[in-house]
């Protein structure tokens, strides 16, 4: 999730319908400005060259939410959800992007959802499996080593050795594999 501030200016975010290295592409309805979901940077356009600040989310299902923050307030529409135009979309493993990918070979399924975690030009997809057990896990990009732990909350956090014994909390991106190997293509996997 991406912070909608920029340079002092709130942006509204839509869909473009656009994709790039089979993936979303969000545009924003001030500028115009075409803009990446994986990286947050701004590809052409207005702001081009900006890239949009992390912000810490957590993606899980409301019972979970509920149980943890049973004070939190809903917001219900008057309206019944009868579908979703994505669901046959989700529903086949096989539809991941126009183009298809040499690097999803043998890899991983490529609608598995991936923790994606990059550090400079090095790159490592985490799985659910990788995680399971609750304990923090060490995994090597590079030289450095990064601290990748599923939180009470359900969300994934990393955190890289800074050398002097002490961390520093890194992005981590829940992405669909298929969409993170596009950008990153000899990114380690951690399943």
């Known amino acids: 999730m991406y912070a909608r501030e920029v340079a002092g200016r709130e942006l509204t975010f839509l869909v ?3 994709l790039w290295r089979n993936s979303l592409i969000m545009q924003d309805e001030e500028t115009g400005t075409l803009w990446s979901h994986v990286t947050g940077e701004a590809l052409e356009g207005e702001l081009a060259g900006t890239t949009l600040e992390v912000v810490e989310s957590v993606q899980t299902d409301w019972r979970s939410w509920r149980d943890r923050y049973p004070g939190t307030r809903l ?3 008057d309206t019944t959800i009868t579908g979703s135009r994505y669901a046959d979309y989700l529903d086949d493993p096989e539809r991941t992007g126009l183009f298809r990918a040499r690097w999803l070979t043998g890899r991983l399924p ?3 959802l991936v923790y994606g975690i990059h550090v400079g030009p090095h790159a490592a997809a ?3 499996g990788f995680l399971s057990g609750g304990r ?3 995994i090597e990009l590079g030289d450095r080593t990064v601290h990748v732990r599923r939180g009470e909350d359900g969300g994934v956090r990393a ?3 800074t050398g002097d014994g002490q961390t520093e909390p890194i992005d981590v991106l829940e992405v669909f594999w298929f969409a993170w190997s596009g950008f990153y293509p000899h990114t380690e996997v951690y399943d």
């Open 126 to 128: 985490v799985t659910d």
């Open 16 to 18: 473009s319908g656009k």
């Open 159 to 161: 955190w890289l050795g």
């Open 75 to 77: 917001l219900v529409k």
């Open 110 to 112: 490529g609608k598995t």
């Open 136 to 138: 923090a896990r060490e």
